[in-house]
């Protein structure tokens, strides 16, 4: 695992890799929904992807859906395994380190479960009996690296509701009728959208206050987080 200091340090390290097979994964969320998706690439082009529509976002986080991409990597990686043979060491790129760092926790957390999915198809794709190994590296998005720019177009086709058909997904993503799984809701994005209208609500309130114009003087964000937190103890 490996997680550059820098954007330029990353975008170096991706460049100068030298292993032959590289996938990149990505997750996000546009136009309401989140999907995850992973590229195969050799040099500059795609030669695999693999797309996954988790669903709404108001049921689904960006974090699942990185970790998704992160699952679909494995079932690309296994079959180019199968097809060239051999104890090679692969490459994954993931641009958000908060997943690249999830891979080492084993706490229970929301989400978590997907994490466990990751690691238990990562041993089918590093069996102990051999050598083969997986670098996993943080690879900035919109920087120009040609995997990430990849996985982003993928991630967002995911996103606007397009699955890989069920035999390019692996079997902890289908389910037991050969169809994309349905993913439990998360309970984040659940008290995300509760919480969403209300924050919206308080801020048309203290924009609309007589005092607004003579705060903003004071403090250009406001209204903001950073305004209620430094006034949240003070009676009035």
């Known amino acids: 695992m490996r997680i550059a200091e820098s954007k330029e340090k990353a975008f170096k390290e991706d460049e100068g890799a030298e292993e032959e097979l ?26 695999g992807e693999s797309r996954f529509h988790l669903g709404m976002a108001d ?7 990185e970790v998704v991409g992160m699952i679909l990597t494995v079932k690309m990686l296994k079959a180019k395994m199968k097809a060239r043979g051999g104890n090679r060491t692969m490459d994954m790129g993931a641009d958000n380190q908060a997943t690249i760092r999830a891979m080492l926790a084993f706490q229970s957390k929301l989400g978590h479960y997907l994490m466990n999915k990751f690691h238990n ?6 069996p ?21 720019e990849q996985a982003d177009k993928q991630a967002k086709k995911a ?5 890989s ?5 692996l079997s902890s993503l289908q389910s037991s009728s050969n169809t994309p799984l349905s993913l439990p809701t998360s309970k984040s994005a659940i008290k995300q959208s509760f919480h969403t209208p209300i924050k919206e609500e308080a801020k048309t309130m203290q924009k609309n206050s007589s005092c607004y114009t003579r705060f903003k003087e004071i403090d250009p964000s406001f209204p903001s987080n950073r305004f209620t937190k430094l006034t949240d103890e003070y009676p009035r």
């Open 22 to 47: 590289r996938a990149y994964s990505d997750g996000l969320v546009i136009d309401g929904g989140v999907g995850g998706a992973a590229v195969l690439m050799e040099g500059e082009r795609r030669i």
């Open 59 to 65: 049921m689904h986080t960006v974090y699942e859906g």
């Open 121 to 126: 198809n990562l041993r089918t794709l590093l």
């Open 128 to 148: 102990q009996e051999n050598d083969r190994k997986l670098i996993v590296h943080w690879s900035v998005g919109h920087i120009s690296i040609p995997g990430n």
């Open 159 to 163: 996103a606007r509701g397009e699955t």
């Open 165 to 169: 058909a069920a035999h390019l997904l």
